[in-house]
């Protein structure tokens, strides 16, 4: 069990992990059946199989995803993509990540639209993310030794060996969730008393990861970031703002730190990694860190700062001692203050804003700085978003047409594009583009989201109800996909010979496909 899981997630674990042992202790009464049905297994008793644990986490996202706080932002999702790819390829080229754990677990990272500084590794190869964390980090080499770290936790498999201690630690109270969870079946109330009771006692219990496996992921995770592209020092950069939170006694809106209590030997080992004469923090290349700034300003506005936070900050670039601070900072400041005023709907504010920045960074003294692809094309997303949240559909597919070139195929800019067809009453020419998007990107659940906006538009309500319960299936709700592919039956009934019979065909086959994977779950139960 990760340590560091909000109280949501937490309480969401232990209804996963009672549906595990539910499992498990099925197996032991009757393996034929069980065996036929695919259930969770245990195992023989030693190790949590990483199929089990998959389903396990797959289980645990699903909560997650009807979370309000769980945010997929394109734009966020899109850098943090980047650096967890390569920290996962640098895994992969040097034998940490095996074919079969690739191949089995979801290596997905879910944004967490919170303030709070927190990072935490879920069962099946799920990480969260939270907002905060990303807002505090200077460099992306911070922010991609979080990740090293919480994704060399589940390589080194401390998840399933917390997860298997559990078992072998507690198998009184296992066996009381299991018997909780077999009178669930028949009496909901009594269950729910066994369960709360159980869920006290698993908190208290064996929640944490050891010292010794965190001193592992420190060292498993400072050998990929070399290999993945950053600088190791990263780890360090990290470490001291971590202490200097500590040390401010800020751990209220800093999780990460209780969940990883800092000492000082952390810390002494990873300085002692880095080789002497190596100057920390400033190894960074200037672009990186430009780029990096505004993805960190933005992950602060979309942290839910509250209207208050928000009008200061958009106030800064006002204020003195404005001029005299570093170029990271002031472009920074300017990217909160164009995206906050969009938010209070101050279009003219926001465009301001997003002029001046733009000016900041064509005449930054380091030409590197001022031609970095990376960072003009977030000033031109921020562009077209300013454009569509003002509702000029025309100026945001400009600013997305000005894009540089190669930028433009990305999935930010692939829907934002199609949002300001929407708007623009054009939704037909955006629909094949996205098409093609959801038919290699099956999981991307916003993406088939929007292919229901456009397909409504056009009149096409069956395909637009397909789009939607494959938007649910994406986020294993399979009930809520099963509902809608139902829908979509009726619909085509109704529709008699208008209806577009592979559309049709097609709903049908994957209503199949739901049903029976609802089967699968309720047997899990
Ligand atoms: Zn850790």
Same mark, same amino acid.
């Given at each position: 069990?990760?340590?560091?899981?909000?109280?949501?997630?937490?309480?969401?674990?232990?209804?996963?992990?009672?549906?595990?042992?539910?499992?498990?202790?099925?197996?032991?009464?009757?393996?034929?059946?069980?065996?036929?049905?695919?259930?969770?297994?245990?195992?023989?008793?030693?190790?949590?199989?990483?199929?089990?644990?998959?389903?396990?986490?797959?289980?645990?996202?699903?909560?997650?995803?009807?979370?309000?706080?769980?945010?997929?932002?394109?734009?966020?999702?899109?850098?943090?993509?980047?650096?967890?790819?390569?920290?996962?390829?640098?895994?992969?080229?040097?034998?940490?990540?095996?074919?079969?754990?690739?191949?089995?677990?979801?290596?997905?990272?879910?944004?967490?639209?919170?303030?709070?500084?927190?990072?935490?590794?879920?069962?099946?190869?799920?990480?969260?993310?939270?907002?905060?964390?990303?807002?505090?980090?200077?460099?992306?080499?911070?922010?991609?030794?979080?990740?090293?770290?919480?994704?060399?936790?589940?390589?080194?498999?401390?998840?399933?060996?917390?997860?298997?201690?559990?078992?072998?630690?507690?198998?009184?109270?296992?066996?009381?969730?299991?018997?909780?969870?077999?009178?669930?079946?028949?009496?909901?109330?009594?269950?729910?008393?066994?369960?709360?009771?159980?869920?006290?006692?698993?908190?208290?219990?064996?929640?944490?990861?050891?010292?010794?496996?965190?001193?592992?992921?420190?060292?498993?995770?400072?050998?990929?970031?070399?290999?993945?592209?950053?600088?190791?020092?990263?780890?360090?950069?990290?470490?001291?703002?971590?202490?200097?939170?500590?040390?401010?006694?800020?751990?209220?809106?800093?999780?990460?730190?209780?969940?990883?209590?800092?000492?000082?030997?952390?810390?002494?080992?990873?300085?002692?990694?880095?080789?002497?004469?190596?100057?920390?923090?400033?190894?960074?290349?200037?672009?990186?860190?430009?780029?990096?700034?505004?993805?960190?300003?933005?992950?602060?506005?979309?942290?839910?700062?509250?209207?208050?936070?928000?009008?200061?900050?958009?106030?800064?670039?006002?204020?003195?001692?404005?001029?005299?601070?570093?170029?990271?900072?002031?472009?920074?400041?300017?990217?909160?203050?164009?995206?906050?005023?969009?938010?209070?709907?101050?279009?003219?504010?926001?465009?301001? =804003?997003? &002029?001046? %920045?733009?000016?900041?960074?064509?005449? +930054?003294? !380091?030409?590197?700085? #001022? *031609?970095?692809?990376? $960072? /003009?094309?977030?000033?031109?997303?921020?562009?077209?978003?300013?454009?569509?949240?003002?509702?000029?559909?025309?100026?945001?597919?400009?600013?997305?047409?000005?894009?540089?070139?190669?930028?433009?195929?990305?999935?930010?800019?692939?829907?934002?594009?199609?949002?300001?067809?929407?708007?623009?009453?054009?939704?037909?020419?955006?629909?094949?583009?996205?098409?093609?998007?959801?038919?290699?990107?099956?999981?991307?659940?916003?993406?088939?989201?929007?292919?229901?906006?456009?397909?409504?538009?056009?009149?096409?309500?069956?395909?637009?109800?397909?789009?939607?319960?494959?938007?649910?299936?994406?986020?294993?709700?399979?009930?809520?996909?099963?509902?809608?592919?139902? =829908?979509? &039956?009726? %619909?085509?009934?109704?529709?008699?010979? +208008?209806? !577009?019979?592979?559309? #049709? *065909?097609?709903?049908? $086959? /994957?209503?199949?496909?739901?049903?029976?994977?609802?089967?699968?779950?309720?047997?899990?139960?």
């Amino acid at each position: 069990m990760p340590p560091f899981l909000c109280r949501k997630a937490k309480a969401v674990v232990q209804r996963a992990l009672l549906a595990l042992a539910v499992g498990a202790c099925a197996l032991a009464w009757a393996p034929p059946a069980s065996a036929q049905t695919g259930l969770p297994t245990l195992g023989d008793g030693s190790e949590l199989g990483s199929s089990a644990e998959r389903r396990l986490g797959d289980r645990i996202i699903r909560e997650l995803y009807r979370d309000p706080d769980y945010i997929d932002d394109p734009v966020l999702e899109d850098y943090v993509q980047g650096l967890w790819q390569s920290l996962l390829a640098a895994a992969r080229a040097r034998g940490e990540l095996s074919a079969e754990l690739d191949e089995r677990f979801a290596w997905e990272v879910l944004l967490g639209r919170d303030r709070s500084v927190n990072a935490f590794a879920l069962p099946g190869g799920y990480l969260g993310l939270h907002l905060g964390l990303v807002g505090v980090t200077s460099t992306r080499d911070e922010l991609a030794s979080v990740l090293a770290h919480e994704l060399s936790h589940v390589l080194q498999r401390h998840v399933s060996r917390l997860l298997t201690a559990q078992k072998k630690q507690t198998p009184l109270l296992l066996g009381a969730l299991v018997l909780g969870a077999l009178a669930a079946s028949k009496n909901p109330d009594a269950a729910q008393a066994l369960v709360v009771g159980g869920r006290a006692l698993l908190l208290q219990n064996q929640l944490n990861f050891s010292r010794d496996m965190e001193r592992e992921a420190d060292r498993i995770g400072y050998g990929l970031m070399a290999p993945a592209g950053f600088a190791p020092q990263g780890f360090v950069g990290m470490f001291d703002k971590l202490q200097q939170a500590n040390r401010l006694n800020d751990n209220g809106s800093w999780p990460y730190l209780r969940s990883h209590p800092l000492t000082t030997e952390r810390s002494a080992d990873m300085h002692a990694r880095i080789p002497p004469g190596t100057a920390i923090g400033a190894t960074a290349a200037a672009p990186a860190t430009l780029e990096h700034a505004l993805v960190a300003a933005r992950a602060r506005v979309l942290a839910n700062p509250g209207v208050d936070s928000l009008r200061q900050w958009i106030a800064e670039p006002q204020s003195s001692g404005w001029a005299s601070q570093p170029l990271p900072h002031r472009a920074a400041a300017l990217y909160v203050a164009a995206l906050g005023s969009s938010q209070l709907r101050d279009a003219a504010g926001a465009r301001a =804003a997003a &002029q001046k %920045l733009d000016g900041l960074v064509r005449n +930054a003294p !380091d030409a590197r700085q #001022a *031609s970095d692809p990376a $960072t /003009r094309r977030l000033l031109g997303l921020l562009n077209a978003e300013i454009e569509l949240a003002a509702g000029a559909a025309d100026a945001a597919l400009q600013a997305l047409q000005a894009l540089p070139a190669g930028s433009d195929t990305g999935r930010p800019e692939l829907l934002l594009r199609t949002r300001a067809l929407l708007q623009a009453r054009r939704a037909g020419e955006g629909a094949q583009a996205l098409q093609t998007w959801v038919a290699n990107h099956p999981k991307d659940a916003t993406a088939w989201q929007l292919l229901a906006a456009v397909a409504q538009a056009q009149g096409q309500t069956l395909r637009a109800v397909r789009a939607e319960a494959e938007a649910h299936a994406a986020r294993y709700d399979y009930a809520a996909a099963a509902d809608r592919f139902k =829908a979509g &039956q009726d %619909l085509a009934r109704r529709s008699g010979a +208008a209806v !577009d019979h592979i559309d #049709a *065909s097609i709903i049908d $086959t /994957r209503l199949r496909a739901m049903e029976s994977l609802l089967r699968e779950q309720a047997a899990e139960r």
